[in-house]
């Protein structure tokens, strides 16, 4: 894959999209904390790593139509709330996601009469998780159905997972979104849904973590699948896939 720009990009926060409000994502960044443990004897420093810790800054412009950026910053909820800023919007591309808590909305009006906010978002739980679109951005399902897959390429992990959903409008009674694996993109061993992969059943806007079981193997092909009783369901999800052992 060639090197990319930061054209074409969103920014998901809550179950709402906000990214024709966003001006510039300003900040993205996570990692350990780092802790001193440099000894008397040393010539430089020694760090271990410390709690997992992630942000998520942008500049909005702003909207006060009902849905968009003024309405849903202004109201500075006190519970946490879940970024996911997508590189692009395709299928398979990458997105990073991140529960937080929003720590403001400043405004400045400047000389130019430009008026605009800036919003920080420092992790709250398990800090900022790169992970791979699993809707080529929003996705619209209208009764259930089984999504295109993506190939991880590398078979099988034995680490978990963790997802993100944002379901930013619904019609209907109620839509649950969930992931399938397969070995072989169905061919031979049939899509089978991922354990503890399932998000609750939705019945209007909303956002979700969840996490498998972190020693859970997790097959190369992975897609998303809508049931429910509904007519209408825009959402988007996102999968990161441990490589490694990973603990929160």
Same mark, same amino acid.
């Given at each position: 894959?060639?090197?990319?720009?930061?054209?074409?990009?969103?920014?998901?926060?809550?179950?709402?999209?906000?990214?024709?409000?966003?001006?510039?994502?300003?900040?993205?960044?996570?990692?350990?904390?780092?802790?001193?443990?440099?000894?008397? *004897?040393?010539?430089?420093?020694?760090?271990?790593?410390?709690?997992?810790?992630?942000?998520? *800054?942008?500049?909005?412009?702003?909207?006060?139509?009902?849905?968009?950026?003024?309405?849903?910053?202004?109201?500075?909820?006190?519970?946490?709330?879940?970024?996911?800023?997508?590189?692009?919007?395709?299928?398979?591309?990458?997105?990073?996601?991140?529960?937080?808590?929003?720590?403001?909305?400043?405004?400045?009006?400047?000389?130019?009469?430009?008026?605009?906010?800036?919003?920080?978002?420092?992790?709250?739980?398990?800090?900022?998780?790169?992970?791979?679109?699993?809707?080529?951005?929003?996705?619209?399902?209208?009764?259930?159905?089984?999504?295109?897959?993506?190939?991880?390429?590398?078979?099988?992990?034995?680490?978990?997972?963790?997802?993100?959903?944002?379901?930013?409008?619904?019609?209907?009674?109620?839509?649950?979104?969930?992931?399938?694996?397969?070995? *072989?993109?169905?061919?031979?061993?049939?899509?089978?849904?991922?354990?503890?992969?399932?998000?609750?059943?939705?019945?209007?806007?909303?956002?979700?973590?969840?996490?498998?079981?972190?020693?859970?193997?997790?097959?190369?092909?992975?897609?998303?699948?809508?049931?429910?009783?509904?007519?209408?369901?825009?959402?988007?999800?996102?999968?990161?896939?441990?490589?490694?052992?990973?603990?929160?």
């Amino acid at each position: 894959m060639s090197k990319q720009s930061g054209l074409g990009d969103a920014l998901y926060i809550a179950g709402y999209d906000l990214s024709g409000d966003i001006g510039s994502v300003n900040s993205i960044g996570g990692g350990p904390s780092l802790l001193e443990v440099t000894g008397i *004897d040393k010539y430089a420093p020694e760090r271990l790593g410390g709690v997992r810790d992630g942000r998520i *800054d942008y500049t909005s412009f702003f909207n006060p139509a009902i849905g968009q950026a003024h309405l849903r910053l202004s109201a500075l909820p006190t519970s946490d709330v879940i970024l996911s800023y997508y590189r692009g919007t395709a299928l398979g591309g990458a997105s990073a996601n991140l529960v937080a808590k929003q720590l403001n909305y400043d405004g400045t009006r400047a000389d130019d009469g430009a008026f605009t906010f800036v919003g920080q978002n420092p992790g709250s739980g398990y800090g900022l998780e790169w992970g791979t679109n699993l809707t080529a951005g929003k996705r619209t399902d209208g009764s259930a159905t089984n999504g295109t897959s993506v190939d991880f390429g590398t078979g099988s992990t034995s680490f978990g997972l963790q997802a993100y959903l944002h379901v930013f409008a619904f019609t209907g009674t109620s839509v649950t979104v969930k992931l399938q694996e397969s070995s *072989d993109n169905g061919a031979g061993d049939a899509w089978a849904d991922v354990t503890g992969g399932g998000f609750t059943a939705a019945t209007g806007v909303t956002s979700q973590r969840i996490a498998t079981a972190n020693n859970l193997t997790v097959e190369r092909y992975l897609r998303v699948v809508t049931t429910g009783t509904f007519s209408n369901a825009v959402f988007a999800v996102s999968v990161n896939r441990n490589d490694v052992a990973t603990n929160f």
